[in-house]
């Protein structure tokens, strides 16, 4: 009877679940329209064809203040695809070119590839952009009066030669547009050869250079003017999202090259092949079947990371959106329309680069090989002096060649090391303040020792501070007993609750004599170590539901589960804050405040969860059916084969993806500052408002930087110690 009864529960669990659901539904969406009510908000798209009335500095097609929302969105939308485009392509080329300088046999160049990789992944995108945009802002000089050359580079950005057609000169453009199409598809079903495809096109650019001629960058009255000029913006996205996705790249392109069945080098070797050709018609065209569905989710993620622009004032969708949605207050179809338009384009990515693949007779899902190992770099003799030169000669100055890159590597590591050392320490000032800095040429130190409380803890009352380094201090605690093997028991997450909630009761205070301090004064280094600690630990439960609800044979649990991750996963994180910070009110009661930090600590667990999900997904299809089965055998229930039998396997297979995500969580906590939450980002930039401090943006992100590499490189080691932990005992 009980087990009838149990079967039963079973089988009404989805109906009771789809009634919650439909329940809470109809509650938020009855909530939603009486705020509308209350705001006198319209709903609906008609917005899309009023008067925008703002301004575009950056366009690809006709665009002035008159025109109508939608082709303000339009604009947008191609600078989106613009600076996407070229994030893809440089990224592509310079992670194939640091793959292969990480797979070079000499070994200072395979050392400072690596050296690169781990610098780039281990510091958020967002700081490494902010860099990058402080660095031409600030570090370049304005526009000058004298004559400006071909090539000019300033603070406004890069200005180049443009192609210059009068207006009867247009059809001789679009003759030639044409007749580029034409010999690409002829290249393309082998009836043309590339070369002379490419003569062709060059001869077809002489009546176009000769009709309209060259418009080329020349000294205006206010800056710079003719030719094509590249923003400062638009420099800064293109390259930090190609430095970014390069060292992640690097990695696939790497793992992907020694995936490739040694045998295949062998034959080659055989055939009389040299190792260039080897590299480049062998190895290259199989490795390129293995690397396309990680190099597809390293693109979709350029695309969704272009949205950051808005950080930094470039026109790109979310930037445009986020206009539109300040002067119409349609939050709800502002948001909807970035969740479509990043869905959208990277179904069509994946689509375009799906069939791709299979014309070409590969598999999207990777193509597995007789993995190889590359021979390990051996490492330098610092012990045995006398073993310095045999080393040297084996992997330094083995052949002409190497000799002569050698030598070039390390003059140009001299030369940066040397003004490196010079801007930290021999030019640098150590004592005094902003006067005194601004006399000498290095690293302004005195700027840290005034502004180092502001950057780690913010706006928090500055004699309660001590509250917050505890905060910090007890979370940081929890990270280095993590890195014990002897703790790695189900107990170590209720350890990082107790520490959680301790930071949590010591930045609130209101009890034990401490007084309360309000969240909006919560800010730097806690507010970042918290986010990113209630992220990870909040969607690991959530993270098990979904993956398992994924592979439910239940429709009404299965589809719920996949529309929800999908639906997260295909949208940038800045579209699911906004959505918190700004539809998330809409959707409670008036009388309900909810503070910021909330709001956006629930959007990035949702977040989280999206991704731990299918990491743990890939877990359980790890585990073997016959464990199931087994337990079938003995007695146990479903739940119970889950919980005692399939899923401390699956964790034990994505302990170490699930620490990759915890590596993201960390970087991605900088994305709050753009909805308003001060994090240590934040404070940094706070930190150089005052004009006496303003030209030493460098030591504000220099300091910064090196927290978020300390924390993201600790996290990385511990993946690999826990990697190696769980192959020894497998």
Known sequence: ?????????????????????????????????????????????????????????????????????????????????????????????????????????????????????????????????????????????????????????????LHLPALSLADPGRPVLLIAIVACAILLGAVRRGAVRTRTALAFAGISLVPLLLWGGIDLPRAGRFGTVGGLSLSTEFLTLVASLSVYASAYLAEIFRGAIL?????????????????????????????????????????????????????????????????????????????????????????????VTGRYARQLGWSVAGQPGRSIQSAPLEPFPLRSAAAWPSWMRRNLFR??????????????????????????????????GAADCRLASGACWPFLRENARLILFGTYPEVEQWRSAAAAAALLSCLAFSFVPRFWRSRLGLVWLGAIAVAVLLLRGGFAGLSYVPMEKWSGLPVTLLLASLAVVGAFPLA???AFGRRSTRRG?????????????????????????????????????????????????FFTAAYMAEVIRGGLLAVPVGQAEAAHALGLTKWQARRHILLPQALKVSVPGLVNTSISEVKNTTLVLIVGVFDLLQTTRLSYVEAQWRPYFAEAYLFTGTIFFLLCFSLSRLSMKIERKLNYAG
């Open 1 to 157: 009877m009980n087990h009838k009864h149990r079967r039963l529960a079973i089988a009404a669990l989805p109906w009771l679940l789809i009634a919650g659901g439909l329940v809470v539904a109809y509650g938020l969406f009855a909530t939603l329209a009486d705020n509308l009510a209350d705001r006198n908000i319209r709903t609906g798209f008609g917005f899309l064809f009023d008067r925008a009335g703002f301004a575009i500095g950056e366009t690809l097609i006709a665009y002035a203040p008159g025109d109508s929302y939608a082709a303000a969105l339009a604009v947008g939308l191609l600078n989106t695809l613009l600076i996407s485009a070229l994030g893809i392509i440089f990224s592509t080329l310079l992670g194939l070119a640091v793959c292969m300088a990480r797979l070079s046999s000499n070994w200072l160049l395979a050392r400072l590839s690596g050296l690169y990789i781990e610098l780039v992944r281990n510091i958020p995108l967002l700081l490494q952009m902010f860099v990058w945009y402080a660095a031409l802002l600030f570090g370049l000089p304005g526009p000058g009066p004298g004559a400006v050359g071909p090539f000019d580079l300033d603070n406004r950005g």
């Open 259 to 351: 995936a490739v069945p040694a045998g295949q080098s062998e034959a080659a070797k055989a055939l009389g092949l040299s190792p260039a050709q080897t590299m480049g018609r062998i190895v290259m065209p199989q490795a390129l079947r293995i690397a396309i569905p990680p190099m597809t989710s390293w693109h979709l993620n350029t695309i969704k990371n272009s949205s950051l622009g808005v950080a930094i004032g470039y026109p790109e969708f979310v930037s445009v959106v986020d206009t539109v949605i300040s002067q119409t207050g349609q939050a709800i179809e502002g948001v909807g329309l970035i969740v479509a338009t990043f869905l959208l384009l990277s179904l069509s990515l994946s689509f």
């Open 399 to 432: 052949g002409g060649r190497q000799s002569i890159l050698t030598i070039a590597i390390l003059a140009m590591t001299a030369a940066f090391a040397g003004k490196g050392l010079s801007w930290l320490l021999f030019d640098a000032t150590f004592a005094g």
């Open 544 to 546: 098990i539901l979904l």
């Open 557 to 605: 649990i299965r589809w719920p589960s996949v529309v929800f991750i999908e639906l997260v996963r295909g949208t940038p994180l800045i579209g699911v804050l906004f959505l918190a910070a700004v539809l998330f009110p809409l959707f409670v009661p008036s009388y309900l405040s909810i503070d910021s930090l909330p709001r956006v600590q629930l959007a990035l667990i």
